[in-house]
């Protein structure tokens, strides 16, 4: 036990991440959960008002701060990494294990928030509202992620030094897997924007502890300060959700149509751009807020250029099916799933970026579609898919293929059903953040199937859980390389060693070099389950 | 950046991060291949840290810089308040514990343990004046209502270069909620960095760092010497503006 | 306005329909075109860079075509005409108050004859709200503090939804209301109904009330700017700048009356700020309205004005060449 408490092997500490974050995502599936129920009905009959603010808060900072941000990078991410580009350990393990420590101290300040009355704010927690006029525990909440913060700051320390230090000979930036390419535009985000969320919890946690008017209108203060300062981290946020999902997307890929990505080099330089037009484009959040309209052209200008990166990626994913040879196990099938929906995601914030349209459909329930679309049906699927490609690296056991294609199946089913409809209602005018829309009857058809679509989904997240933990003890073994795929972390075995390899890897080939794993026998690739 | 030599023979040596503070003895590391690239390794994250470090400052800097646009005569008006001579006193005072740093440095890189020491202990007393002084400074705006809250009061102040015009007490509360905020992180971190330095005494006071291994000496050096860089820059920010000789 | 955004609307559902049609059946057709099969061996591509420059430009180009399209609907959507109705509106938790120019009062609805431009002049008591008229595409955040202006031109009668869109607490969800389009003539008879006097005749009375005509006199004696025909016009500061006395600088004026003094006048002014409502607000500043000439100079700065005295485009917008921002040059 205490051998893993005192970790400092990178995998290990993945672990202990996947174990907690987890926990949080249920956490935040529950309070989803709640939030779809009480819409199934106009009234507000299923709690009071305060209460459905505060569930709804809490179903964002939880699964934003305690899911969403540390999910890939710290579980896919601390584990590969160093393995992908041959080495031993990251950079600085200890700092690793001290970002667990301080993700689960920001994440225990959080439960406690929670149980003891919880925030009602809205996970953007805005001024002055958060400041003068609600009296929830913010400064706690703020605490929290404050914390957390650091230990996504460490995170993305530890993987830019590590990715520029500790590279094995003859690993070079073009022969990288741009899973590690995505994680290291990722890192640069957390690294430059957290603090700056950070600052602004301070500047919050002060108005409120020690009565300083910082965003205050009565002293001078100007809220819309704060919706600046919050939004120049919370937008590149969304990016640091993002990213590490394309790169695992493009692993898989690449590794089930047994082709090298096309144009590699345009994929791993749309990462840099994402994570560099990713801090010029906040104020997109704020067309209605008041700023002026000379400032909301440029922001919808930048907003546009920041699409077309990742309209890059899908063409190159879609033009690597192009003569591949393509298998449809449960990792490629989460690929699939994420190419669909965050096509349609990523073109509905074509939508958002319109000046014009964006006044009507901002604050309502097409923004809500909108991010998760993205966030769900594409970093969530990235993620389910990139633990369902490496979980026989992780585990050394195969998951039962059957179920967890029938899983992705229904997960991708489950959510559509659930977050279409919010579009559509959206258009109509649903606001966000409304318990009750009993003046609005006519939106109970949409909520209905928004919210039988929910259940659906969560028995779809449900389902891995329960197999993965089945096949940890009666999943067939693994071998080294199950799906004879391309990359350093499948030379070892499964799973790796302490130190990984037993000697430093030398590099003489490039990244997916499917034409040399295919060549000597034309063998089946064992099916898992 | 180069890219990794071949792996050389794996030697006794181990990094530190300016933020930990568990003590370590020089041991082997085994995932690094060779000391240079521990070295940097340590580097480059004490640099990237610190660049944390400037979004972090900087996101406030901003905050500050919109308000002092806005209320600029009120700011002035505020900022006469405030000490001058004491403010330049702790920016000479942090400009010459940086180069104790430098001075701690050099003496590791060339194995002069008694100077090593003397230049740790030096620095760590500008760090204690710079702070004594700071509490002077905050003692004075105590007493004189300066600090924002219920008992905050800045009536009739006249506005620099503006006979007859008095400063908002609003906008005036204002630069004092940025200045004891700015001022108030900025003294946090020092405290964290006199810290770290009581550590690095320690341990160069047992006398575990040589020519060959001394990086927490560097990495701690770097990070001393961004605090006082922010100092440099929060100096003229708050306690200069509008000023005439 | 709500046409032009709605077809906007419609050219992005087929423009990016299509462009995910396309996607989506490259994908189904390749997924199934090239499923593995055993004697069949993946052939590795690199890449194509006029691929990928063809597939940046293009979807670039109609990126820039939605945009301006965007760009052209939201400056329509900002630009008030010179000439429209002004309403004002205080958002409270967890109401809408709304005040017509002739004196009429609603909660949570309002009154609009079909085919008016209306612009509402808004404000918040507490925190952020937001007026949103779906079936009008429009919607603000009402900020405290400061105006914000919304305007629209009903094309049907009807009752429409008013809905609060930027989360404010408890009642969030109940704060809505209703936008009643009139036949002009129903109006008129409602406007008759429910008026009790124009909004500037009881600003007149609270600019008695207070005490503000003993120094802001209509000649040149008094300790004070004279008021009359001063809405609209620029105004020279005791800095130097030269700002347009808008609604947000007359605001400023009778809240925060050291900020902005006018050039010439001794700082004794005191502050109202918590001995008036935002109502009372208001109805000065109509008053001061009625006193001005009928139109601002200059009809096409109407919406530069009305953004907060703050933004930095409003004062340069507005600035005489020589005026000076930098208040160290004077000395």
């Known amino acids: 036990?205490?051998?893993?408490?005192?970790?400092?092997?990178?995998?290990?500490?993945?672990?202990?991440?996947?174990?907690?974050?987890?926990?949080?995502?249920?956490?935040?599936?529950?309070?989803?959960?709640?939030?779809?129920?009480?819409?199934?009905?106009?009234?507000?009959?299923?709690?009071?008002?305060?209460?459905?603010?505060?569930?709804?808060?809490?179903?964002?900072?939880?699964?934003?701060?305690?899911?969403?941000?540390?999910?890939?990078?710290?579980?896919?991410?601390?584990?590969?990494?160093?393995?992908?580009?041959?080495?031993?350990?990251?950079?600085?393990?200890?700092?690793?294990?001290?970002?667990?420590?301080?993700?689960?101290?920001?994440?225990?300040?959080?439960?406690?928030?929670?149980?003891?009355?919880?925030?009602?704010?809205?996970?953007?927690?805005?001024?002055?509202?958060?400041?003068?006029?609600?009296?929830?525990?913010?400064?706690?909440?703020?605490?929290?992620?404050?914390?957390?913060?650091?230990?996504?700051?460490?995170?993305?320390?530890?993987?830019?030094?590590?990715?520029?230090?500790?590279?094995?000979?003859?690993?070079?930036?073009?022969?990288?897997?741009?899973?590690?390419?995505?994680?290291?535009?990722?890192?640069?985000?957390?690294?430059?924007?957290?603090?700056?969320?950070?600052?602004?919890?301070?500047?919050?946690?002060?108005?409120?502890?020690?009565?300083?008017?910082?965003?205050?209108?009565?002293?001078?203060?100007?809220?819309?300060?704060?919706?600046?300062?919050?939004?120049?981290?919370?937008?590149?946020?969304?990016?640091?959700?993002?990213?590490?999902?394309?790169?695992?997307?493009?692993?898989?890929?690449?590794?089930?149509?047994?082709?090298?990505?096309?144009?590699?080099?345009?994929?791993?330089?749309?990462?840099?751009?994402?994570?560099?037009?990713?801090?010029?484009?906040?104020?997109?959040?704020?067309?209605?807020?008041?700023?002026?309209?000379?400032?909301?052209?440029?922001?919808?200008?930048?907003?546009?250029?920041?699409?077309?990166?990742?309209?890059?990626?899908?063409?190159?994913w879609t033009a690597t099916l192009y003569k591949g040879s393509i298998r449809y196990d449960a990792p490629m099938l989460y690929a699939f799933g994420f190419l669909g929906l965050f096509t349609i995601g990523g073109l509905t914030g074509l939508f958002l970026s319109a000046l014009g349209i964006n006044v009507h459909v901002t604050d309502t329930y097409f923004v809500v579609a909108h991010f998760h679309y993205i966030m769900v049906g594409g970093a969530v699927m990235g993620y389910l898919g990139g633990m369902h490609f490496w979980w026989p690296k992780i585990s050394g056991r195969l998951y039962p293929e059957g179920w967890a294609r029938l899983a992705a199946l229904i997960v991708f089913i489950g959510f559509n059903l659930t977050f279409f409809p919010q579009f559509i209602l959206g258009y109509m005018g649903m606001p966000r953040r409304y318990y009750d829309y009993s003046h609005m009857p006519e939106f109970q058809v949409l909520n209905v199937l928004s919210t039988a679509g929910a259940t659906i989904l969560g028995v779809g997240y449900l389902l891995p859980m329960v197999y993965f933990l089945w096949s940890m003890r009666y999943g067939k073994p693994a071998s080294d390389n199950p799906w004879n795929a391309a990359g350093l972390e499948w030379k070892t075995a499964s799973p790796p060693p302490t130190f990984n390899f037993d000697e430093e890897p030398v590099v003489t080939w490039e990244a997916y070099n499917y034409e040399e794993l295919d060549a000597p026998h034309k063998e089946e690739v064992p099916v898992a389950g | 950046m180069p890219d990794n030599a071949n792996a050389s023979s794996l030697t006794a040596v181990h990094d530190h991060h300016g933020e930990a503070h568990a003590a370590h003895n020089p041991a082997l590391l085994h995932h690094f291949v060779e000391e240079q690239q521990q070295r940097d390794a340590a580097s480059l994250g004490m640099w990237v840290f610190l660049g944390t470090e400037v979004m972090f400052f900087g996101g406030l800097f901003c905050a500050y810089l919109v308000y002092r646009r806005w209320y600029f005569g009120d700011f002035a008006a505020a900022s006469k308040t405030i000490n001058m001579s004491l403010g330049a006193t702790n920016t000479a005072v942090l400009i010459c514990s940086s180069l104790t740093v430098v001075l701690a440095v050099w003496a590791a890189q060339t194995a002069r343990k008694a100077l090593l020491v003397s230049m740790l202990i030096l620095t760590m007393v500008f760090g204690l004046a710079f702070l004594g002084i700071k509490g002077i400074e905050y003692k004075d705006k105590f007493e004189e209502h300066h600090v924002p809250g219920a008992s905050f009061s800045f009536e009739n102040v006249p506005i620099p270069g503006h006979p007859g015009q008095f400063a908002n007490p609003r906008h005036a509360q204002m630069f004092f909620s940025l200045y004891f905020v700015m001022t108030g992180l900025h003294a946090l971190h020092m405290i964290i960095g006199l810290g770290i330095f009581a550590w690095l005494l320690v341990m160069a006071w047992k006398g575990r760092f040589t020519p060959e291994w001394h990086t927490p000496v560097e990495i701690g050096g770097l990070y001393w010497h961004f605090v006082d860089i922010v100092w440099i820059y929060l100096f003229p920010l708050l306690y200069l503006i509008d000023r005439h000789p | 306005m709500a046409p032009h955004v709605d077809a906007l609307y419609i050219f992005l559902l087929i423009v990016t329909g299509m462009m995910a049609l396309l996607v989506f059946v490259l994908l189904i057709f390749f997924a199934a075109r090239y499923r593995q099969r055993p004697d069949v061996r993946a052939e590795q591509i690199e890449g194509s860079t006029a691929l990928e420059i063809t597939w940046s430009t293009i979807p670039f180009v109609i990126f820039m075509v939605i945009f301006a399209w965007g760009a052209v609907v939201y400056f329509k959507e900002r630009t008030p005409p010179a000439d429209a109705t002004e309403v004002y509106v205080v958002a409270k938790q967890w109401m809408w108050k709304v005040e017509h120019a002739e004196g009429q009062r609603e909660i949570n609805e309002l009154h609009v004859p079909v085919g008016r431009d209306v612009k509402l002049i808004m404000t918040s008591q507490d925190v952020i709200h937001s007026f949103y008229i779906p079936a009008f595409r429009i919607k603000q955040d009402v900020l405290p503090g400061r105006y914000t202006v919304e305007w629209f031109r009903a094309t049907k009668p009807g009752v429409y939804h008013l809905f609060c869109a930027e989360y404010c607490g408890t009642q969030h969800s109940g704060m809505v209301g209703s936008i009643v389009v009139q036949e002009p003539a129903q109006y008129e008879a409602w406007m008759k109904g429910a008026s009790t006097g124009p909004l500037s005749a009881s600003g007149e009375k609270i600019f008695a009330e207070l005490g503000c005509a003993t120094c802001h006199r209509s000649d040149t004696q008094g300790r004070g700017p004279n008021l009359q025909g001063v809405f609209g016009q620029p105004v020279q500061l005791e800095d130097g700048r030269t700002v347009t006395a808008d609604e947000n600088y007359l605001r400023e004026c009778i809240l925060d009356p050291g900020s902005k003094r006018v050039k010439g006048f001794q700082p004794i002014m005191p502050t109202f700020q918590g001995l008036v409502s935002e109502e009372q607000v208001n109805a000065l500043v109509a008053y001061i309205k009625s006193i001005s000439a009928a139109k601002p100079a200059g009809g096409a700065k109407t919406n530069a004005h009305l953004v907060s005295p703050r933004d930095p485009m409003s004062e340069q917008a507005q600035a005489q060449p020589n005026a000076q921002p930098d208040r160290s040059q004077v000395q």
Not at chain 1, 86 to 100: H, V, Y
Not at chain 1, 255 to 264: N, T
Not at chain 1, 270 to 283: E, K, P, R, T
């Open chain 1, 1 to 316: 036990m205490w051998s893993w408490l005192l970790t400092t092997d990178h995998k290990r500490i993945a672990l202990l991440y996947l174990i907690s974050i987890t926990f949080f995502f249920f956490i935040g599936g529950f309070f989803a959960l709640l939030i779809r129920l009480e819409l199934l009905t106009p009234a507000g009959d299923l709690v009071q008002a305060d209460t459905y603010n505060k569930i709804f808060t809490m179903h964002g900072m939880v699964m934003i701060f305690f899911f969403l941000i540390p999910s890939i990078p710290a579980v896919l991410g601390n584990f590969l990494v160093p393995m992908m580009i041959g080495a031993k350990d990251l950079a600085f393990p200890r700092i690793n294990l001290l970002s667990w420590y301080i993700y689960v101290i920001g994440g225990v300040i959080m439960l406690h928030c929670m149980i003891t009355g919880g925030v009602d704010t809205g996970w953007t927690f805005y001024a002055p509202f958060s400041t003068s006029f609600t009296n929830t525990k913010i400064v706690e909440a703020g605490i929290a992620i404050f914390i957390a913060g650091f230990s996504s700051i460490l995170t993305g320390l530890n993987f830019v030094v590590t990715i520029h230090r500790m590279r094995a000979p003859g690993m070079t930036w073009s022969r990288l897997p741009l899973f590690i390419w995505a994680h290291y535009a990722t890192s640069i985000i957390q690294l430059l924007g957290t603090p700056v969320v950070a600052v602004t919890i301070v500047l919050v946690a002060a108005e409120r502890a020690l009565h300083l008017g910082i965003f205050d209108p009565k002293l001078g203060g100007d809220p819309v300060l704060f919706q600046h300062l919050f939004w120049f981290y919370s937008h590149p946020a969304v990016y640091i959700m993002i990213l590490p999902s394309m790169g695992v997307v493009t692993e898989i890929i690449a590794c089930f149509s047994r082709k090298r990505i096309f144009g590699y080099h345009f994929v791993a330089f749309s990462s840099i751009a994402i994570a560099v037009f990713g801090f010029l484009v906040w104020a997109h959040h704020m067309f209605v807020a008041g700023i002026s309209v000379y400032s909301a052209l440029v922001f919808s200008f930048l907003s546009y250029a920041v699409a077309l990166p990742s309209a890059i990626k899908v063409f190159n």
